[in-house]
């Protein structure tokens, strides 16, 4: 029986044409990149007309572009260089942000190396920007705000024009955490706030195991991890060269045809939102789902009931491939930090259908219809 898989915030599937620029790389073209002879230039060759491609298509400087391992060790980069390089005693993140950030923030504040604010959140789940300016005002201590651009499991989208402004305004760095929009949404990171942006190949049809920190060129940082003078001198150790190549083209795919995509994918979303509305009673959205939020991600709370309080194994079987919250945290019996930090009903669980170009609405059909079926069931009492 053929999978349905929405579950595209975790990981996509590769693109065909990615693999197919990768595969020389893999095979003839061998060299390390840091050799002098022509295997070596060949590859150095790749890596930079990678750089220069990605720089390109997020309006931002080569310079400015780092290829690491993906979204968590360059979110671990800024954070570490934050505290080491920049002197900041003091992090502002959300109670929401993925775990690459909170558990590496709770990791240095029981270090003793800073202090961290979790800067409070409204309603729907957006940061209240009173309050980051309320904790900005409040400390002359230099600061770096970490704050998500898109939420991977709710999807709410943080205007990053607005953090920056006041980021600029207190002069605090900031870090927006960008995996989930890098290669869904368009970047022009010269005329924007930001000093450190991250993004992760495996969220928009690239290879998993590779991605990018973007840094600001006005800030100079050191290297996390330390060894060979590769990335100039800024994240040792061999590239991942046919990641890089992949990473590079899936980007390139992504914004060529990004209206095309996102008109696709955002017709799939509030195709399934209408179809659970006018079919599942009791059903809710979380996060600002008519707002300012993801296309590619819908967060649904179900009535609990015998057969949904085991959702995720019931869709299984079904061969229905989504998540309870993100994909890190599956398998844990806490459930999702996200939703439990938006509400505190017990009678409702949780799924994050998250899409791509390569769904369709015959899918969506199927899903609803399955759902139908598992809720139906008299709630528990
Ligand atoms: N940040 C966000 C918002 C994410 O969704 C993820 C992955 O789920 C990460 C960071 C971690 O990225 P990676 O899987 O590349 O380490």
């Known amino acids: 029986m053929k999978r349905i898989y929405l579950d595209n915030a975790a990981t996509t599937p590769l693109e065909p044409q990615v693999l197919e620029a990768m595969m020389p790389y893999m095979t003839e073209k061998f060299g390390n990149p840091s050799s002098v002879y022509s295997y070596g230039r060949e590859c150095r060759l790749a890596v930079e007309m990678a750089r220069k ?17 993906g979204g968590t060790e360059s979110t671990n980069t800024v954070l570490y260089a934050a505290v080491h390089d ?11 942000e ?4 909170l558990h590496t923030v709770e990791f240095f504040e029981k270090k003793g190396w800073i202090k961290a604010e979790y800067v409070k959140l409204n309603k729907n789940g957006h940061i209240d920007l009173a309050d980051l300016e309320n904790k900005l005002a409040s400390s002359n201590e230099k600061t770096l705000v970490s704050l998500m651009h898109a939420n991977n499991e709710i999807g709410n989208i943080t205007d990053i024009q607005q953090v920056g402004m006041l980021c600029r305004k207190y002069d605090a760095f900031y870090h927006a955490d960008t995996v989930q929009t890098v290669g869904h949404f368009p970047f022009d990171l010269q ?94 959205f ?27 194994f019931n869709l299984d079987m079904q061969h229905i491939c989504v998540s309870g919250g993100s994909a890190c945290s599956s398998g844990a019996d806490a459930g999702s930090h996200v939703i439990r930090a938006l509400r505190n009903d017990s009678d409702k669980v949780t799924v994050r259908f998250s899409f791509s170009k390569f769904n369709t609405k015959e899918e969506i059909d199927h899903v609803v219809a399955v759902l139908k079926e598992l809720t139906q069931e008299t709630a528990i009492a």
């Open 86 to 96: 920049l002197g900041c005693k003091r992090i502002i993140t959300s109670s929401i």
């Open 286 to 312: 979380n996060g600002d789902q008519e707002g300012n939020c993801l296309y590619t991600v819908l967060s649904v709370c179900f009535p609990k009931n015998e057969k949904t309080s085991m959702i995720l």
């Open 53 to 69: 491609s990605v720089a390109g298509l997020l309006k931002a400087r080569p310079a400015e572009i780092f290829f690491t391992s």
């Open 98 to 101: 993925h775990h690459a950030t």
């Open 191 to 284: 005329n924007t706030p930001v000093d450190f942006i991250n993004g992760s190949g495996h969220k928009f049809h690239g290879p998993k195991g590779v991605g990018i920190l973007y840094v600001n060129e006005r800030i100079k940082i050191s290297p996390y991890i330390h060894g060979g003078g590769q990335e100039r001198n800024m994240r040792a150790g061999t590239e991942n060269l046919y990641g890089i190549v992949g990473f590079a083209k899936a980007l390139e795919l992504a914004s060529n045809n990004y209206e095309k995509d996102r008109a696709y994918i955002s017709g799939l979303k509030s195709y399934l939102k209408n179809q659970l509305q006018e079919n599942i009673e009791g059903v809710e």
